[in-house]
């Protein structure tokens, strides 16, 4: 549910793991709002999550019925999840589920990946059925300013 003020962070915790006061849950949160407006996505990960990727593209099929491009799920027999936007036919990765640091510029979930994912996906449904990202060309709230990754992983250590 949406406070008054319609704050997105105030939406219902993500399951029984992520609340607000969890420490990744501004990163989850990005990492969700970078699959939602992003027209063009990747997910590379094994078998096993193939049904709650289909999942996720089926509900922004629904909530976003004119976007053109749905999530993909591209196997992979890697131990973490990497999520691509695809950029004139270049992959550029923009969210990391795992144990590895990745590169500054990339969302860094890190979680066991199964948590991980579930979470983002969660995330994905619950900024989805809030209405985000609202309009063509909206980037992101006013409220909450442009993510830094660099910054938070720096608050986090």
Avoid: T
């Avoid at 976007?67 to 027999?77: E, F, G, I, M, Y």
């Avoid at 550029?92 to 579930?118: R, S």
């Amino acid at each position: 549910m949406i406070a008054s003020d319609g704050i997105i962070q105030d939406l219902r915790p993500i399951g029984p793991i992520m609340q607000m006061n969890h420490p990744l849950w501004p990163v989850v949160r990005e990492s969700a709002r970078r699959i939602v407006k992003s027209d063009s996505i990747s997910i590379s990960a094994s078998m096993e999550f193939a049904d709650l990727i289909n999942q996720l593209a089926d509900y922004i099929g629904e909530k976003i019925p004119q976007r053109a491009n749905l999530p993909k799920h591209q196997v992979s027999d890697s131990n973490d999840i990497q999520i691509y936007q695809i950029n004139s036919g270049n992959p550029e990765l923009i969210i990391y589920i795992g144990n590895v640091e990745p590169n500054p510029m990339v969302c860094w979930v890190e979680m066991e990946i199964a948590e991980g994912f579930m979470a983002i996906h969660e995330s994905c449904k619950q900024l989805l059925d809030a209405g985000y990202p609202g309009c063509v060309g909206c980037d992101g709230s006013i409220q909450e300013g442009r993510w830094n990754e660099i910054e938070f992983r720096h608050k986090r250590n």
